[in-house]
């Protein structure tokens, strides 16, 4: 009788190993009045932006109380997250770093090391591919790693990668438009505009997104991509021939640097003197609720709708959509996978883990960034 084999340790070890703690690594946002100068002082560290451009910024969050919707959906994301996981037998413990408020990311990162954690895997709030939306976050990385290691502490970060084009969250987005649009049966193709919104960047980042040795524009054809498929599906599921767009909202850079247009308000005017009457608004640019949803869709381009005489439909963002949350969980594993040294699914527009030379480049100045081979 062959007797019983014993597991290996490969086959006895966690799903995500070797990481031992998976850090969710948001924007950040005020959560009182008083915080929301010193908040967006960090946002614009070194950018030379004075107090009272600021301050007219700062109108949109005493709109809302001065405070920040982000965090709460960072909460409820963690939740969700915490869920998924426990449905599949995963322990592995969730810490919450942001780049711009508390808790802050040094600070996750000593809460994670007091655990014994040593190897955390890191998921953004953000999908695409550029400066803004990735290096930034790594560089971010590199600064409190830099921090806690004068106070001894030694951690080891890797990243999910961008997941603009992984399936899950195409589906995720599909869900919630195809959800939206059926509240317009009746109303004529020809009389609405599909338009997917995200967030402007200037064109001289979008013209340097992506690998170095790459094409450039990535965040552009990114969402590109995503906005016909989701155009697609729609169409398909609903038995329409609806034609979408991609808008931008929340430039705020000088008037004198070109950035992505055209904008949403600028767009539903064009459209209401062609003959539109319905827009629907697909904030695919973003995972959830930002303040940039909230203030410039659904308050800012809803005065627009209201003084044209548009009909607004806001889709809703995936949020903690199941679908979307079961296929971040999913990249949690794949990310897990691939740092054991096995191979994962592939599909297209597939960003690598580890950023290559020249990826998303900072245009201001040279800074370390991790998570990337340069």
């Keep these: 009788m062959t007797p019983e084999a014993t597991p290996t340790p490969e086959a006895s070890q966690p799903p995500l190993a070797p990481y031992d703690a998976v850090l969710l690594l948001g924007f950040g946002g005020p959560e009182a009045p008083e ?9 614009t560290a070194g950018r030379g932006i004075p107090d009272e451009r600021l ?59 007091a655990a014994g954690h040593r190897r955390v895997v890191a998921l953004t709030t953000s999908a ?23 106070e001894g502490i030694d951690l080891q970060i890797d990243k999910v990668s961008q997941y603009a084009r992984r399936p899950g969250f195409a589906e995720a987005n599909a869900g919630v438009l195809v959800r939206s649009l059926r509240a ?13 919104v995200t967030h402007s960047i200037p064109d001289a980042m979008d013209d340097t997104s992506g690998p170095g040795d790459g094409d450039g524009n990535l965040y552009r054809r990114q969402h590109l991509a ?89 889709v809703p963002t995936v949020g903690t959509d199941a679908v979307f949350v ?7 594993l794949e990310r897990a996978a691939e740092a054991r040294g096995e191979a994962v699914p592939q599909f297209e527009g597939r960003m690598p883990s580890v950023c290559g030379p020249g990826c998303c480049p900072n245009l201001r100045q040279a800074r370390p960034a991790l998570c990337g081979s340069d």
């Design 326 to 332: 079961r296929d971040l969980v999913d990249a949690l």
């Design 55 to 113: 301050e007219a910024v700062g109108e949109h969050y005493h709109h809302f109380g001065g405070r920040s919707p982000i965090n709460d959906q960072n909460r409820a994301l963690i939740a969700a997250l915490r869920s998924e996981l426990d449905s599949r037998g995963i322990d592995t413990p969730i810490v919450w770093g942001n780049r711009n408020s508390a808790p802050f990311i040094d600070d996750a990162l000593r809460e994670s090391h």
């Design 35 to 43: 915080e929301v100068m010193p908040f967006l002082r960090r946002v």
């Design 184 to 196: 317009l049966d009746g109303a004529p193709d020809s009389e609405i505009a599909l338009l997917f």
């Design 226 to 314: 995503l906005a016909s498929q989701l155009t697609q599906e729609a169409n398909r599921v609903l038995g329409r021939d609806l034609t979408g767009e991609l808008v931008f909202c929340s430039r705020s850079g000088p008037p004198s640097q070109p950035w992505l247009e055209p904008d949403v308000n600028d767009r539903m005017r064009e459209l209401a003197a062609d003959g539109i009457r319905t827009v629907v608004t697909a904030p695919i640019g973003f995972v959830s609720d930002h303040m940039e949803v909230v203030y410039d869709l659904d308050t800012e381009a809803q005065e627009t709708a209201d003084e044209l005489g548009l009909t607004h439909v806001r």
């Design 128 to 150: 695409y591919s550029c400066y803004s939306s990735c290096r930034q976050y790594r560089e971010n990385l590199a600064d409190a790693v830099a921090t806690v290691a004068e």
